[in-house]
């Protein structure tokens, strides 16, 4: 076995420097899929956990270069679902079997406290956990979201290169970003971040600091995925994101946090048919089938060639449930939080 591989399964620690040199080698792919799988196995079992993702708002304040939702866009078709729209999605995910729904948007300020609060009690009544991904918000705003019920956040940090991050971002700041993070972390929140991988001018040595920093924040999630480039976006002629890249950032997130809850995301299945099936099996332990309806799946037009646009939830449910049981591992039924199996033994 390679030596660093060897490390990472045992030790959970590598170096900058070592990473580099796994994600550099182009023999690595396979091996790394084999140990992560393993330790997948052995600190997160076999059940996938499905979280039922509702797209509730495509309006969005920020301009990230990359994003179809970015507010300079002018050829996307806004949207926002009313409370009684979200509320029969949630509940809809419920009748799915899905024990968590995750809720995103751009970042659509009509979702004020108030409007916000009032809908996750009420997702709370229906016994499903939550999951919020709606950007960057104060501490007191991420405060009261977590009383009334929001038990996860998804930020994803994007890349820790803080200036190819403030390039890509502008008007954000790195460093908001980051206290964000960090202030999910000091309220309770699960926290999930995660990275884009080929973004232009990133560099493997950013990456491995991405995975080192996940570390560092002790991740309960990492979701990560290529970039997908998007016509109506500045960063309309970069480069796709590599797939064996993405699968072997993914295997050495499983290695250096084995705990973590780690998604085979949409975005990898845009690139590869059948990705997901074959992420799940380098390390990843998580799916997030859509449950948005009708035409608003197409209006949520992050990046072109997404998946499942034309199908309903229904299919979604019977499509993701016969890839798992395709490949030996089955649906998990309870609701899915970070395990810490190395914390009790
Ligand atoms: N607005 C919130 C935020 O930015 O955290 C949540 C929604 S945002 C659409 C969710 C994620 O979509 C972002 O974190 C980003 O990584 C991803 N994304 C946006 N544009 C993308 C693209 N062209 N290709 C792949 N992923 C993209
Ligand atoms: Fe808005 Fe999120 Fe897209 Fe950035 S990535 S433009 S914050 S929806
Ligand atoms: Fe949507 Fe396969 S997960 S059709």
């Given at each position: 076995m390679n030596k660093y591989i060897e490390k990472a399964e045992r030790t959970h620690k590598l170096t900058e420097d070592e990473l580099v040199s796994l994600l550099q080698d182009p023999s690595s792919s396979g091996e790394l899929a084999i140990s992560a799988d393993r330790v997948r196995a052995k600190y997160v079992g076999s059940g996938i956990h499905l979280r039922g993702l509702i797209?509730?708002?495509?309006?969005?304040?920020q301009n990230c270069?990359?994003?179809?939702?970015?507010?300079?866009?002018?050829k996307i078709e806004r949207y926002r679902l009313s409370e009684a729209e979200i509320l029969e999605l949630a509940k809809k995910a419920k009748s799915y079997g899905y024990k968590t729904v995750v809720l995103q948007s751009g970042e659509?300020?009509?979702?004020?406290v108030k409007v916000l609060t009032n809908l996750l009690y009420k997702i709370k009544e229906m016994d499903l956990a939550i999951t919020l991904s709606l950007g960057e918000r104060s501490l007191d705003e991420y405060r009261a979201f977590k009383q009334a019920g929001a038990d996860r956040y998804l930020l994803r940090i994007?890349?820790?290169?803080k200036n190819l991050y403030e390039q890509l971002d502008p008007g954000m700041s790195f460093k908001n970003r980051k206290s964000c993070l960090w202030n999910l972390k000091e309220l309770g929140y699960e926290v999930g971040t995660g990275c884009l991988i080929g973004l232009p001018g990133q560099t493997l040595h950013s990456l491995a600091q991405d995975i080192l920093f996940f570390q560092q924040l002790d991740a309960d999630m990492i979701g990560i995925g290529p970039l997908i480039p998007n016509?109506?976006?500045?960063?309309?002629?970069a480069a796709k994101g590599d797939f064996d890249l993405t699968k072997k950032m993914v295997s050495l997130l499983r290695l250096l946090l084995p705990e973590a809850n780690i998604p085979a995301t949409t975005a990898m299945e845009t690139l590869k048919a059948d990705a997901r099936v074959i992420i799940l099996q380098a390390g990843a332990n998580v799916v997030m089938p859509n449950v948005t309806e009708g035409d608003y799946r197409r209006k949520y037009a992050l990046y072109p060639g997404k998946i499942c646009v034309a199908d309903t939830p229904a299919q979604c449910r019977c499509c993701i449930g016969g890839k798992i049981k395709s490949i030996g591992r089955y649906v998990a039924q309870d609701k899915g939080f970070r395990s810490h199996i190395s914390t009790r033994s």
């Open positions: 797209e509730f708002s495509n309006i969005c304040r270069l990359y994003c179809g939702l970015r507010r300079d866009n002018p659509d300020i009509y979702f004020s994007e890349t820790t290169d016509m109506d976006t500045p960063l309309a002629f």
